[in-house]
């Protein structure tokens, strides 16, 4: 499957629950709760393909003692994704990124995986701004 197949599939799958755009580059991005997302692929190996999915959970949160450990906190406790977090001039930048190889999953438990990573940031990002505040 190369990657405009494994793209296809991928939209197909979060159209069940969220509007998706396709970007000029083949990248699929939406939003949920507040989170833009964007899924990108990538053949890794031939016969390896993976999708890679990067939701900003949060930007320019104030730089503050414990926001980025809470967080950190958090993101540990769920098992899908990576937090990522970037100390800027106006605060804190946060991710939360996944990469799997997605080939011959179906639409429906394609579309249950990238929820749950999904999910996880749309809850991160409550909390961080509650936190945050």
Request: proline share 5%; glycine share 10%.
């Amino acid at each position: 499957m190369n990657d405009t197949e494994l793209l296809g599939r991928a939209r197909e799958a979060l159209e069940r629950y969220l509007e998706v755009r396709v970007d000029p580059d083949g990248a699929l991005t939406f939003a949920h709760a507040g989170v833009p997302c964007v899924i990108q692929s990538s053949e890794l190996a031939e016969g390896l393909t993976v999708l890679s999915l990067t939701c900003v959970v949060g930007w320019d949160l104030p730089d503050r003692p414990g926001v980025a450990a809470s967080a950190a906190e958090r993101a540990g406790e769920g098992l899908f994704g990576t937090l990522g977090v970037i100390h800027t001039e106006r605060g804190l930048d946060m991710t939360l990124r996944y990469a799997f190889p997605a080939q011959g999953l179906d639409p429906a438990p394609l579309g249950t995986l990238l929820m749950l990573v999904v999910s996880t940031a749309s809850q991160l990002r409550a909390e961080l701004l509650d936190f945050a505040s």
